[in-house]
C-alpha cells in the first residue's frame, strides 16, 4: 500500500460496521504488504503501534461525526486523481474485509434507478467497482438505442457519485453498529486500542488477539 492506499484503509477500517473488528485481522493486511518493506523486524515491530495510534484517530474522527470524504473533486488533477484511485483502494479493503457485516440481504432495492444510486447496496457496489473497469461499466446502464458509454464517461459518473456514495455507507454503517448495540450483542470497548511504548516479544500482542506478539503481529 502507498500512502494514498493507507489513509483509504484507515477510512474504511472507521466506517466499518463489523463491531467484532479487531487490529489482529487488520495489522497483518498491513505488515504483510508486499509494497511495504521492513529493513529489519525490529522497524516492523516498532510499526504496530504507529498503527494502532493512527486507527485510533480515525476512528475518534468518526466517532465524533468529524469523518468526511478527504477530496475535493474540483480540484481533481492527475496526481489528485492517482491519489484518488489509490484511496479507493485502501477504502475497497477495509470496508469489504467481512462482507456479512453490512447485512445485504436485510437491504431494499429499489426498482428506479434514481434512488438506487442513493441506496447503500449500490453505494457498496460503486466502492467495489471503481477500480475495476468490467465492473464499473455494468453499473451504469444505457436506455435502449442509446450509445455504450466510454470507460471514461464510466469512470467520471463513478467519481462524481463517489462522495455521495462513502456518505451513504458510512451513515449505512452508523445505522447498522445501533441495531447491533440495540440487539444486546456483546461487544469490545470503543476506546482505544491499548498501546505501549515498548511491546516485548513475550507480551501480550497490542492488536488485542490474546497472542503473544511474537505470535501475532511480530511474527516474521
Do not use: H
Not at 475497497?92 to 441506496?119: H, T
Amino acid at each position: 500500500m502507498n500512502l494514498a492506499e493507507l489513509e483509504g484503509f484507515f477510512f474504511g477500517l472507521a466506517i466499518n460496521p463489523w463491531l467484532m473488528l479487531m487490529p489482529s485481522t487488520w495489522v497483518p493486511m498491513i505488515l504483510e504488504d508486499e509494497n511495504i518493506v521492513f529493513k529489519t523486524r525490529k522497524q516492523a515491530e516498532e510499526m504496530v503501534p504507529i498503527l494502532l495510534e493512527v486507527y485510533n484517530s480515525y476512528m475518534k474522527a468518526e466517532n465524533e461525526g468529524a469523518l468526511a470524504f478527504p477530496f475535493d473533486l474540483k480540484k481533481l488533477d492527475v496526481d489528485v486523481f492517482d491519489d484518488l484511485l489509490g484511496w479507493c483502494a485502501g477504502l475497497k479493503r477495509a470496508v469489504f474485509i467481512r462482507l456479512s457485516a453490512w447485512r445485504l440481504r436485510d437491504i431494499e432495492i429499489p426498482q428506479d434507478f434514481s434512488v438506487l444510486m442513493k441506496s447503500p447496496a449500490f453505494s457498496l457496489c460503486l466502492i467495489q467497482a471503481i477500480n475495476d473497469e468490467k465492473l464499473l461499466k455494468g453499473l451504469f446502464p444505457v436506455s435502449d438505442g442509446e450509445a455504450e458509454r466510454s470507460d471514461t464517461e464510466s469512470m467520471g459518473l463513478a467519481i462524481k457519485l463517489l462522495p455521495e456514495a462513502v456518505g451513504t455507507i458510512q451513515e449505512y454503517s452508523r445505522e447498522l453498529r445501533r441495531k447491533e448495540r440495540e440487539e444486546g450483542i456483546e461487544l469490545p470497548p470503543d476506546g482505544p486500542a491499548p498501546m505501549s511504548e515498548k511491546i516485548g516479544r513475550n507480551d501480550p500482542c497490542p492488536c488485542g488477539s490474546g497472542k503473544k506478539y511474537k505470535k501475532c503481529c511480530g511474527a516474521g
